[in-house]
């Protein structure tokens, strides 16, 4: 189901989200691929930057645009550590993103398959196909471990 780029791009995001963890934010990671090379990466930054907007998927998608000097990514892949949630999953659409790949799902806030299923929606003017599931174990550890330590 996953190839082993999709594996090498997800260790990469879940680095990301490790950095986050080392900088008491919640630990998500996301990188944006263009033909098997890396674009855009981003992590939680929301405490540091005073920005409910400052998740990883948007970090990572503002930075795809800023260096590919454009705002729609058509033909791209973004990978995320956790299942995005409403603000994100529409931000990914806009920027008109190919493809998602997630790690775990988010039994509070996941928009595309635990609390809603966004992109099935009838008049959305993009198609976002997903999958999940990719290194779902070690996303979980590194979530659990952020909020067991907050207790």
């Not at 635990?114 to 008049?123: A, L, N, P, T």
């Not at 990719?134 to 659990?144: A, M």
Request: net charge negative.
């Amino acid at each position: 189901m996953f190839s082993s780029e999709d594996k090498k791009f997800m260790e990469i995001a879940l680095e990301l989200a490790e950095k986050a963890l080392v900088e008491n934010e919640v630990p998500i990671g996301a990188v944006v691929v263009k033909d098997n090379e890396i674009i855009g990466k981003g992590y939680n930054q929301v405490i540091q930057n005073n920005d409910v907007s400052s998740h990883a998927e948007i970090i990572a998608i503002r930075d795809a645009s800023k260096k590919s000097s454009n705002y729609r990514l058509n033909g791209t892949t973004i990978y995320s550590t956790l299942e995005p949630c409403h603000m994100c999953a529409k931000a990914i659409m806009d920027a008109r993103i190919s493809n998602l790949i997630f790690s775990a799902t988010e039994p509070k806030t996941g928009s595309l398959v635990s609390i809603d299923d966004f992109y099935s929606r009838v008049g959305l003017n993009h198609k976002v196909s997903f999958t999940y599931g990719l290194c779902k174990e070690e996303s979980s550890y590194l979530l659990k471990s952020f909020f067991q330590d907050r207790r």
